[in-house]
């Protein structure tokens, strides 16, 4: 995942996935291992979008990423497209129940929290 990346280098798509080494030899963040993907939304562009399960540091909201979920066939994995921003929760929330696209919007998504 690019939970190491700074934010304005993911608005730039300009973070590589790297490895562990790479990361615990460098300033980059490490991803608490309790965290990962919490809620995922397939949207009508055919894309997903993908919310982290934690808050990373002082961040304003979970990341929320758009991924391209490949075909499924051997050899097309997932491909990430773009950081699409922050997911704030509401007073008292701290993780996603579920998550589902409006119908037709490649940009909206409902979010309960809980």
């Keep these: 995942d690019k939970t190491h990346c700074k934010t304005e280098d993911l608005v730039k798509n300009e973070c590589m996935i790297v490895d ?3 990361v615990d030899e460098s300033p980059y963040r490490t991803h608490p291992k309790s965290g990962g993907y919490e809620g995922f939304a397939q949207l ?3 894309t997903v979008a993908a919310f982290l399960e ?3 540091d002082n961040e304003p909201g979970v990341r929320v990423y758009k ?3 490949g075909s ?3 050899g097309d994995l997932p491909k990430f497209e ?3 921003g922050y ?6 929330a ?4 579920d998550a589902s696209a409006v119908p037709g919007s490649s940009n909206l998504v409902v979010v309960i929290e809980r």
């Excluded at 997911?87 to 008292?92: D, G």
């Excluded at 701290?94 to 129940?97: L, P, T």
């Design 54 to 56: 934690v808050v990373i």
């Design 87 to 92: 997911y704030p929760f509401e007073i008292n």
């Design 67 to 69: 991924i391209n979920p």
């Design 82 to 84: 773009s950081f699409r």
């Design 94 to 97: 701290g993780n996603i129940a």
């Design 20 to 22: 562990k080494k790479v």
């Design 72 to 74: 499924c066939r051997s």
């Design 44 to 46: 009508a562009d055919g």
